[in-house]
């Protein structure tokens, strides 16, 4: 892995946006023989990630927060070193009905196992890198200090273009996108937020398409998080 995480920190280097390193992530997630990846900075009020995962599953994850019993993130807190897993071995007895539907839709989105790098950051928040795929695989991790110094970089640089971002941004939002896009993340979906702000369905989506294309965003769930960056939301 040690080859491909010098190929992915050269790319993180050039890259100048919040996309291009989601690129760079895929491509380090494949080149190492994983279908996808997941980036996490979590404190003990917010989540943030970055990830290849459908955008389903990212709003079913945050919305539910499901960060509080996902396995992998029990085991990163307490092993906070670089580790392999695997689905199978996920405690099965007495679980809850929402740890049931977790490890439902973790099955039903190829989460079958993988390699998590975690490693503490700021102000005791923890950032961490998955690569999983929906095989099983036994993967040659390479050294642990490489590995978690290419989180950091992935923090760092995407730090430097928040910063960058807001020092120059010219971008405003009008007040219907920033109010639907505020709704959005905290975690309302589309006819939801037709309700709370009496607005049909479609101007709802209109106004998030209209902020998701000028927050130059892939989805919603970027948009939130770049709007987040911005200081807009």
């Known amino acids: 892995m040690d080859g491909q995480i010098t190929s992915l920190i050269d790319a993180l280097d050039t890259s100048n946006d919040q996309r ?4 760079a992530l895929k491509s380090f997630s494949l080149a190492c023989g994983f279908e996808r990846f997941a980036y996490f900075e979590m404190t003990s009020k ?3 990630t970055i990830t290849s995962f459908p955008l389903e599953w990212q709003h079913d994850y945050l919305r539910s927060q499901f960060a509080r019993i996902d396995p992998v993130i029990t085991m990163a807190k307490r092993l906070m070193q670089m580790f392999t897993w695997t ?3 996920w405690p099965s007895r007495h679980l809850s009905s929402e740890e049931k539907r977790f490890r439902s839709m973790a099955k039903q989105y190829g989460l079958c196992s993988g390699v998590s790098i975690p490693v503490h950051g700021s102000y005791g928040s923890l950032l961490m890198l998955s690569l999983t795929s929906a095989q099983a695989t036994n993967p040659t991790l390479g050294s642990v200090a490489r590995a978690e110094q290419a989180v950091l970089y992935i923090h760092h640089r995407l730090r430097a273009i928040a910063d960058s ?3 120059n941004c010219s971008l405003t939002l009008s007040s219907q996108e920033a109010v639907c896009l505020k709704w959005a993340a905290k975690g309302k979906y589309m006819r939801e937020i037709s309700l709370i702000t009496n607005l049909q369905y479609r101007t709802v989506q209109f106004y998030l398409d209209n902020a998701r294309k000028k927050l130059d965003a892939t989805n919603l769930v970027e948009a939130v998080s770049i709007a987040k ?3 807009i939301i």
């Open 46 to 48: 917010e989540i943030s």
């Open 165 to 167: 971002e807001l020092m």
């Open 229 to 231: 960056d911005k200081g």
């Open 87 to 89: 689905a199978k071995d």
């Open 20 to 23: 291009s390193i989601r690129n």
